[in-house]
């Protein structure tokens, strides 16, 4: 028996099924995130986002997420076609080519394959929770600025004044809610992502390594 024939015997099955039911689930899930986008957007909550929210931080919190998301699926695609793919794939030649040519780091080439871009979206992630943080100082900034410019405190002016201060804690609340809604949804998406990876590269060598161990006994 070939390596090349050795390699296609894996466990590749199993884990092309396991990637094929994680970009269903993700399409799934993006298919909800619309519906819910649509639901809420007919109970108003949308507008009182774009109204309550005046820095508009947490539309960009949100142009984030999905922007990520979609990220999320093209790569959970490219995964299952290289689950799919099993020895044959472009980072198990790869991976094969630069074993067999002597080079010492071709498992660190295959883990920037497997997971560097992630490395990239999880900074993303964690920027959307710290966008939330950014929205929660620019509110309590405006709050403390119309306080500062309150020189009489009559009964007209304190209700102005609240009615003022209540504009910069709605933003501090809107872009935080927005920041953690983000941050936990995009972890979610991120963590499976890196499992599935963890899964490809343990295939890739794991078949490397049963080649690699039938190649003596093979007869040329």
């Not at 078949?207 to 006994?217: E, K, S």
Request: include cysteine.
């Amino acid at each position: 028996m070939s390596r090349r024939s050795l390699r296609s015997a894996g466990p590749a099955p199993a884990l092309s099924a396991s990637a094929q039911s994680l970009f269903w689930a993700w399409a799934l899930q993006g298919l909800l995130a619309l519906f819910l986008a649509w639901w809420l957007l007919q109970r108003g909550v949308w507008a009182a986002l774009v109204e309550g929210d005046p820095s508009r931080i947490s539309l960009v919190i949100t142009a984030l997420a999905l922007v990520l998301t979609l990220w999320c699926g093209r790569r959970a695609w490219v995964l299952q076609a290289q689950a799919a793919a099993g020895g044959q794939g472009a980072w198990a030649q790869g991976f094969a080519q630069q074993r067999a040519a002597g080079l010492a780091d071709a498992s660190a080439l295959l883990s920037e394959r497997t997971h560097g871009p992630h490395e990239t979206a999880w900074w993303f992630a964690a920027a959307a929770i710290k966008l939330g943080l950014l929205g929660t100082v620019v509110g309590f900034i405006v709050m403390a600025t119309q306080l500062g410019q309150s020189r009489v405190f009559e009964l007209a002016e304190v209700q102005l004044l609240l009615k003022q201060m209540t504009s910069g804690m709605a933003i501090a609340l809107y872009t935080t809610l927005a920041g953690l809604v983000a941050n936990l949804w995009l972890g979610l998406q991120l963590l499976l992502l890196d499992r599935l990876a963890d899964k490809v590269a343990a295939d890739i060598l794991a078949g490397d390594t049963v080649g690699l161990q039938a190649a003596p006994a093979q007869v040329s």
